[in-house]
């Protein structure tokens, strides 16, 4: 089973930046393409950013501009930078794995997500 955890969530103002990684106990890393999820109270799984094992970045259109996603597979790693947070991106935010070069939007294409990491945007 692959391991997989979520690190560097928390709470932040309005207009301020997070920082979230991702780290994965596999071997082959590079081998999987990386998706980043959040769900808010009350809401479904969101897709907001994959990469591939390419390295090619997908980012929904709520997030566009806003975040960037990056891999290091020497240390099976990925990074989400978040910058200009909203209200709005309150929610949980889970990264998974899905042993396929192409990303996905469908949380049901990956199979192994981590335990999830809060981010609180509020003034």
């Known amino acids: 089973q692959l391991q997989v955890a979520e690190s560097g969530g928390g709470y932040v103002q309005p207009g301020g930046s997070l920082t979230l990684s991702c780290a994965f106990d596999v071997s082959a890393f590079e081998t999987y393409a990386i998706g980043w999820f959040r769900q808010a109270p009350g809401k479904g799984r969101e897709s907001i950013s994959c990469?591939?094992?390419?390295?090619?970045?997908v980012y929904a259109e709520s997030v566009k501009g806003r975040v960037t996603i990056s891999r290091d597979n020497a240390k099976r790693t990925v990074t989400l930078q978040m910058n200009r947070l909203q209200v709005a991106d309150t929610a949980v935010y889970y990264c998974a794995s899905r042993i396929h070069y192409y990303c996905s939007a469908f949380a049901e294409d990956f199979d192994n997500w981590g335990q999830g990491t809060q981010v609180t945007v509020s003034s």
């Open positions: 990469i591939s094992t390419s390295g090619g970045p």
